[in-house]
């Protein structure tokens, strides 16, 4: 059974700091393209981050641009996101994503209909 499993998420107040991480078994994913994607209250799922199957090709929402960081451990077969200068519009459900198709080296894709599995979430709360 593949599982993806969010952890690392909190309160934490304005400009603030977090690390996520996504820890996957069942299967490896160092042919496959990774991604986080977060849900607030109310809105749809929105792409934050992607990053290539060589880790060395990444993509990123202009709202997270030059905050966030997306990486990759293929040995540990998991994927992580650090983020810096949090901001209150920074709350939501953060939810890592894996293609289940062998992938270009260099291939990311922003669009949820691409990722077949998901995690279950980790929350995210930026107080102001």
């Known amino acids: 059974q593949v599982q993806l499993v969010e952890s690392g998420g909190g309160l934490v107040r304005d400009g603030g700091s977090l690390r996520l991480s996504c820890a996957a078994s069942?299967?490896?994913?160092?042919?496959?393209?990774m991604a986080w994607f977060r849900q607030a209250p109310g809105k749809e799922r929105e792409f934050v981050a992607a990053i290539s199957r060589d880790g060395t090709t990444s993509n990123y929402a202009d709202s997270v641009k030059g905050r966030f960081t997306i990486s990759r451990d293929s040995a540990k077969n998991t994927v992580s996101l650090s983020m810096n200068s949090l901001k209150p519009e920074d709350t939501a459900t953060y939810y890592c994503?894996?293609?289940?198709?062998?992938?270009?080296?260099?291939?990311?894709?922003?669009?949820?209909?691409?990722?077949?599995?998901w995690g279950q979430g980790t929350q995210v709360t930026v107080s102001s």
């Open positions: 994503a894996a293609d289940s198709r062998t992938t270009g080296p260099y291939y990311t894709a922003s669009t949820p209909d691409v990722y077949d599995y």
């Open positions: 069942g299967r490896s994913f160092t042919r496959n393209a």
